[in-house]
């Protein structure tokens, strides 16, 4: 079975969260700000899923029913590590709720891995309008004088991948299609 990172702690362990919804088009996504030392910032689980097209439950299913294409995914760099967060109910209301998430960079190799892998006009849409969006930052930044050191520190991870561990996972990929198929 494939290996999926979902960090699971009792309840005092539990992050707290504050939340927000980003909608993708018609499809609402839930991005969560923790409260840890790190602010680190997330999407909700079940809206990455519906904003690639997927049900809600895709992601969590995936280690059980899709370990090959979990594989695949994993050697494209995601992770797979998902936070169980705790968001308290809008004031007035008691009590709060519990959401898993994923990093910002495992969302990113998810619409990447759909759009060039599967194809997906959902996931190329986003990755276009996210680009864009990413784009307008950056030019904004420039004539802003903001040093662009956090760009700078994202085409860096991303050299990261030479083409030969692209082609590593290009022939793996082959192969498997071909044991399906032939």
């Known amino acids: 079975m ?64 899709g370990a090959k294409q979990l594989k ?44 060039l892998r599967k194809r997906s006009i959902k996931a190329i849409i986003l990755l276009i309008a996210l680009s864009e969006a990413g784009l307008e930052r950056v030019i904004n930044d420039a004539f802003d004088d903001v040093p662009l050191d956090w760009f700078a520190e994202k085409i860096v991870h991303y050299s990261k991948w030479t083409y030969e561990e692209l082609e590593e996972v290009l022939t793996y990929n082959r192969e498997d299609a071909r044991s399906l198929y032939f």
Not at 79 to 102: N, P, W
């Open 72 to 115: 695949a995914m994993q050697a494209d760099g995601y992770t797979g590590c998902q936070v169980e967060v705790r968001v308290s109910h809008a004031a007035g209301r008691r009590g709060s709720s519990l959401s898993k998430t994923l990093s910002i960079r495992d969302f990113n190799k998810l619409i990447a891995y759909e759009a």
């Open 2 to 65: 494939a290996n999926l990172n979902f960090f699971q702690s009792d309840m005092s362990d539990i992050i707290r969260a504050v939340e927000t919804t980003i909608w993708f088009g018609q499809t609402s996504v839930d991005a969560y700000k923790l409260e840890n030392y790190k602010f680190e910032k997330r999407f909700g689980v079940t809206g990455a899923s519906e904003a690639l097209g997927h049900s809600k439950e895709w992601l969590g299913r995936l280690p059980k029913q």
